[in-house]
């Protein structure tokens, strides 16, 4: 069955720019409240988009400074949102952490560069869900409705892809994850992830004009993954409630079945 989600709570992690951006937007057109997590840098957008969101779809939309590198932070940010939105029904795990590095130079990341990138792009989601299980549990105790968790992964979890080894890594690390939350923790929760190809980010531009140009050409449909595109599928799993540790990848064919 498909849910309005309408003036339901959500949690966008990495929401005030790039795919986590269009994220926050669409899920405010659905009427759905958001609440903004990101680093200091990211106030100034954050609170352009939480204005914006705020006046155009009339929900509520509020912005919180949280590193979700530790357990803490992943605690203070879902309290957050409880406290200002008045409850917690989605969490997109959007955020992630990586820098462009050979996958040959085995000394390009230190250790404390895995480690970090391992707390960001894995271990985030479970400290995440371990801090709304207790609002799920009891949502669908009151109302049958799952609590909906959805990760922001990428082709480079499905294969050796990407910008960097750690990130490919993490990133394979955090569908098992997916896998193993949703298996373990039905009826009261769904659990997926979205697997996005190229898309045109600020980050992304780090590859370069050539290497982005090559990308779009391996596709078979010579393009990068719109990010409009992805977000619609992030709404499809906020909705669907026959749908739990799955992962959908949108990339334009880049990540060819062989």
């Keep these: 069955m498909v849910h309005n989600i309408s003036s339901l709570n959500a949690i966008v992690t990495g929401g005030a720019s790039g795919l986590g951006a269009v994220i926050s937007r669409r899920l405010g057109e659905h009427g759905v409240n958001v ?25 509520k939309c509020t912005f919180i400074v949280a590193d979700i590198s530790n357990p803490q932070a992943c605690d203070a940010v879902v309290a957050h949102a409880v406290k200002e939105l008045g409850g917690l029904d989605i969490v997109i795990a959007n955020a992630g952490w990586t820098r462009h590095a050979a996958w040959s130079d085995l000394d390009a990341f230190p250790e404390e560069d895995w480690l970090k990138s391992f707390r960001i792009n894995t271990l985030s989601v479970m ?46 690390a955090q569908l098992r994850m997916v896998e193993g939350l949703a298996r373990d923790n039905g009826p009261w929760a769904r659990v997926n992830a979205v697997c996005p190809g190229l ?24 393009k990068e993954a719109n990010l409009e595109d992805c977000a619609e599928v992030f709404m499809m799993l906020c909705q669907n409630d026959s749908i739990t540790g799955k992962r959908i990848t949108v990339d334009c064919g880049l990540s060819k079945v062989s």
Excluded: H
């Design 199 to 222: 898309i045109i980010t600020p980050f992304s531009q780090a590859y370069g004009e050539e290497r982005m140009k090559a990308l779009k050409q391996e596709s078979p449909l010579k």
């Design 127 to 172: 400290w995440l869900f371990k801090a709304a299980t207790p609002i799920f549990k009891k949502t669908f105790e009151d109302t049958g409705r799952a609590g909906v968790v959805i990760t922001t992964n990428s082709i480079a979890g499905t294969g050796p892809t990407g910008s960097s080894l750690p990130y490919s890594v993490t990133k394979a």
């Design 35 to 59: 609440c903004i997590n990101g680093l200091p840098s990211d106030q100034p957008a954050a609170e352009v988009i939480c204005k914006e969101i705020s006046e155009k779809s009339n929900v």
